[in-house]
């Protein structure tokens, strides 16, 4: 394929069909239809086993100036997009069934001061909100997620939605 030919194609690629908000700027408006459409999408449709497993993950990038660049220093590809997902961990399944990039600096605020997109644990730590967002659809399921020690600074319960979580050195447990 010519390269002229690939910038005709790129420059038609759509990942949204809504108009980008006009009172406020989202740098995530092109992929945040995608991620909830997908999100929806297994929510609807898909139910994982007994077993998840929460983790982040990193898309790599070198253009410093995209959307929710950081830079994690304990990852082997450090430059990037910082990723949280969920996938079911059991009868050797690996089918990632919820992401949610990390905006970072990039959340978009309204112009007065609030999140565009709150969410409905706001009022949570980031890493408790981060666990019941990204495990809403199975709370009250009695079903079992765990994570890496990345999340094992926080120990307690959430005993408003029934989610319950405990901490140990090397994984964390939470049961929805």
Not at 30 to 47: C, K, V
Not at 67 to 74: A, D, L, Q
Not at 109 to 136: C, H, I
Not at 137 to 158: A, R
Request: some cysteine.
């Amino acid at each position: 394929m010519s390269r002229s030919r690939f910038r005709v194609i790129d420059a038609a690629i759509r990942y949204t069909g809504k108009p980008p908000p006009s009172d406020f700027e989202d740098k995530f408006h092109h992929m945040r239809e995608l991620q909830d459409a997908f999100n929806a999408h297994y929510a609807e449709n898909y139910t994982p086993s007994w077993l998840s497993c929460l983790d982040e993950s990193m898309n790599t990038w070198l253009n410093k100036n995209c959307p929710g660049f950081m830079i994690v220093e304990r990852k082997p590809h450090p430059a990037g997009n910082e990723y949280h997902s969920i996938a079911d961990g059991d009868d050797g399944k690996p089918i990632m069934w919820r992401i949610k990039i990390q905006e970072g600096k990039d959340r978009p605020k309204k112009a007065d001061g609030t999140w565009a997109f709150p969410s409905q644990f706001e009022n949570e730590s980031k890493t408790v909100k981060l666990m019941l967002e990204m495990t809403e659809p199975i709370h009250g399921t009695g079903k079992i997620v765990t994570m890496d020690s990345g999340f094992c600074y926080w120990f307690g319960g959430y005993l408003g939605n029934k989610v319950v979580a405990t901490s140990t050195i090397h994984f964390h447990v939470l049961c929805c």
